[in-house]
């Protein structure tokens, strides 16, 4: 799936274009022709810039955090793309996915003892890992903990290849399984036994699938703002958002057209099966995901008769984002946060 995110000007450029009186009808398709070409360039400089964003990213990282951390970013696998093309007779299933984790390690750690990890997994529909989350990591490294943030597939910054490889709530939730697979393996210091993820918007929908799928792997989890329900979803926002998921790089059909492929990628509809400890928060004055998800998935863990904490503010200021901004309020919600995962993963 290719985004159209043409800039304001550019979009009238275009428009334009198309209005242009043309000497003929025979002259329309080369019109056509030539504003299709111009998205095509306008979609490849898009890419291009996202690459450009993502390598100041990284720069930013080591800047704003190489005071308190030993900052890294590996290169690591997850399942194999089924939407890829055999190339050279050799088939997808051969071909595991290559993507890119961030690893945070607080400065100082006493690597010949066992420390206690964090999965952080971005939010967002072709999201990645941004600068956006320095104050959050270095209030997790503060504690003591090894912070994981992957840039599971279907991230922007890597690529068109990588940015069609997305798999809402299915493949990119295995991703960052694999991520936290990864560090147990290849860092000696990384407690495997005390593994945390937290997530916030997509990333709360991806914790939510990861500890529900593989409640071995994790001690706590943290749902902020989560996307619990895409059937609901899809239902009370925009049609433009519908059509990404319908689009044939996406889930490929609409909810109308295929409900149980947007169950299966739904928290709610899977509440039952919930073992690990979680804490949700959500705001009433949520524009982007409506206060609704969270109600939905609150009651659904109720009627499985399952034990959690969870906390509905009241039009929190900051809405979406109120407790991952800067604000005296926000840090007052993460330190709740915080006490939680330290209950469950200890010192």
Same mark, same amino acid.
Request: hydrophobic share 40%; net charge neutral.
């Given at each position: ?27 329309e398709p080369a019109a056509e022709d030539r504003i299709k070409a ?125 940015? &069609? ?8 939730? &295995? ?63 925009e049609q433009s958002y519908e059509d990404i998921f319908a689009g ?37 004055? &949520? ?19 399952k034990s959690f904490e969870s906390k509905i503010y009241e039009d ?32």
């Amino acid at each position: 799936m290719r985004r159209r995110t043409a800039s304001f000007p550019v979009s009238l450029a275009l428009l334009g274009l198309a209005l242009l009186p043309g000497p003929s009808r025979a002259a329309e398709p080369a019109a056509e022709d030539r504003i299709k070409a111009l998205e095509s360039k306008i979609d490849d400089l898009e890419l291009e810039l996202d690459q450009v964003r993502k390598s100041n990213d990284d720069v930013l990282f080591w800047l704003r955090l190489s005071d308190v951390a030993e900052v890294d970013k590996v290169s690591i696998v997850g399942p194999p793309n089924p939407k890829g093309k055999e190339r050279y007779g050799i088939a997808n299933s051969r071909h595991p996915l290559r993507f890119a984790q961030y690893v945070f390690v607080p400065k100082g750690l006493d690597r010949a003892k066992k420390h206690p990890v964090v999965v952080l997994p971005h939010g967002g529909v072709h999201g990645d890992f941004t600068t956006y989350h320095v104050h959050i990591v270095r209030e997790m490294l503060a504690k003591g903990w090894v912070v994981l943030a992957p840039d599971y597939r279907g991230s922007t910054g890597y690529g068109e290849s990588f940015l &069609d490889a997305i798999d809402y709530g299915g493949l990119e939730v &295995d991703d960052v399984v694999a991520g936290l697979d990864w560090a147990v393996s290849e860092l000696p210091f990384v407690d495997g036994s005390r593994a945390a993820i937290a997530g916030w918007s997509h990333g709360g929908l991806i914790a939510l699938l990861a500890v529900i799928q593989h409640p071995e792997k994790f001690r706590a989890c943290y749902a902020g703002v989560p996307v619990t329900d895409l059937v609901t979803r899809l239902g009370y926002h925009e049609q433009s958002y519908e059509d990404i998921f319908a689009g044939k790089n996406h889930v490929g059909k609409k909810v109308v057209e295929d409900v149980d492929a947007y169950r299966k990628r739904s928290p709610v509809y899977w509440a039952s099966k919930l073992k690990t400890p979680l804490l949700l928060h959500a705001t009433t004055n &949520d524009r982007d995901v409506n206060v609704i998800e969270a109600e939905n998935m609150i009651a659904a863990l109720k009627a499985a008769g399952k034990s959690f904490e969870s906390k509905i503010y009241e039009d929190a200021p900051g809405g979406h984002s109120f407790n991952r901004i800067d604000t005296r309020y926000a840090k007052e919600s993460r330190k709740e946060i915080w006490a939680f995962l330290e209950k469950h993963l200890g010192k």
